[in-house]
């Protein structure tokens, strides 16, 4: 997949890809890394290892924030070994109604986070 291109879905402008260096100045550890960032928007997100595809749609400070909160709810799962992390994803994109390949954190937006969250609290409560 080539990502030559990617535009930020808040103003649809075409987003600039930076590195680790111009993003986290005082985190030398992600100098290497890249980033697509939409300067505007404050929004930006990585790269897959060694490319410059994104992990999923550029994030500002609320989507960041919300995108925590689904990690905290739905990692203790497979962390603490409820079930695997695949059976917590594939158990999240069916209450979602979402394919496996669209059920990654990265790709959600604020409502589907919210959805998400939702869904993982319930699911503690039904088990
Ligand atoms: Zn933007």
Redesign the pocket.
């Given at each position: 997949m080539s990502a030559a291109q990617v535009t930020?879905?808040?103003?649809?402008?075409p987003?600039r890809l930076i590195t680790g260096k111009g993003l986290y100045p005082h985190r030398p550890d992600l100098y290497a890394k890249r980033f697509w960032r939409?300067?505007?928007?404050s929004?930006w997100v990585g790269c897959h290892p060694g490319s410059t595809e994104p992990l999923g749609r550029?994030a500002n400070s609320e989507l960041r924030a919300w995108k925590q909160t689904v990690h905290r709810v739905l990692d203790p799962l497979w962390q603490k070994g409820v079930m695997s992390r695949e059976e917590a994803y594939a158990w999240l994109a069916e209450k979602l109604g979402l394919t496996a390949e669209e059920c990654h954190v990265g790709m959600f937006d604020p409502a589907t986070c919210k959805r998400a969250i939702k869904a993982l609290n319930h699911r503690e409560v039904r088990k």
């Open positions: 930020c879905w808040y103003c649809n402008r987003a939409c300067l505007p928007c929004a550029l």
